[in-house]
């Protein structure tokens, strides 16, 4: 019996040869545009995404619930990872983060 995912992630498209300080700087403006502040910027899962970014955005400091994305530059990956039991403000950000980013990163 295979195991229920537990998110949903969401990929965005990323341009030929784009560097990681461009996406640093597309991740802020969209999180901005949207919204939502950057609460926490680290790595994510040393051992199978090496040197990627990874980022927790929320809408209040005090309000449950986040986004989280990560950038792998290695693989030219970013994606957005929903989890199922987050609130509804975050299933219902999420579409709209995912398509201010494709709108900052296709300029």
Do not use: C, N
Request: proline fraction near 5%; hydrophobic fraction near 40%.
């Amino acid at each position: 019996m295979a195991t229920e995912k537990k998110s949903t992630d969401m990929y965005v498209d990323l341009p030929d040869g784009i560097g990681r300080d461009r996406v640093m700087a597309a991740v802020e403006r969209a999180a901005a545009s949207v919204g939502l502040y950057i609460s926490h910027i680290g790595g994510y899962s040393r051992k199978k995404y090496p040197g990627s970014v990874h980022w927790h955005f929320k809408r209040d400091r005090k309000e449950p619930g986040l986004i989280d994305a990560t950038y792998w530059d290695i693989k030219s990956l970013l994606w957005l990872m929903i989890r199922h039991r987050e609130p509804a403000w975050v299933h219902e950000t999420a579409p709209r983060l995912q398509r201010a980013l494709r709108r900052e990163l296709a300029t």
